[in-house]
């Protein structure tokens, strides 16, 4: 049984930073590509960060300069470093996860975020 645990999320004041962590368990494969998403109240689920196994990585424009996304591939693990928080950031911050031969996805639970201005 695969699961993703997220950790981290908080209250913080804009201009503020917070860590995310996403620990994974079970029988995932280490060849995953791994990224975290954020959905806010009344809006749809979004792409913030993706990193590959081989360090390939990816931002949303949102984010970009601000954020940087991290793994830890023995121990299937991604971390998300959030920095110059703004409110409109607070959102639940989603792990993710997808096999990039098979295209098994998974996701967490998910962890808030609140920035308050």
């Known amino acids: 049984q695969v699961q993703l645990v997220e950790s981290g999320g908080g209250l913080v004041q804009a201009g503020g930073s917070l860590r995310l962590s996403c620990a994974a368990s079970?029988?995932?494969?280490?060849?995953?590509?791994m990224g975290w998403y954020r959905q806010a109240p009344g809006k749809e689920r979004e792409l913030v960060a993706t990193?590959?196994?081989?360090?390939?990585?990816k931002y949303a424009d949102s984010v970009k300069g601000r954020f940087t996304i991290s793994r830890d591939n023995a121990k299937i693990t991604v971390y998300l470093h959030m920095n110059s928080l703004k409110p409109e950031d607070t959102a639940v911050y989603y792990c993710h996860s997808k096999n990039a031969l098979t295209s098994t996805t998974y996701w967490g639970q998910g962890t808030q975020v609140t920035v308050s201005s």
């Open positions: 079970g029988s995932i494969s280490s060849i995953n590509v």
């Open positions: 990193i590959t196994p081989g360090g390939s990585i």
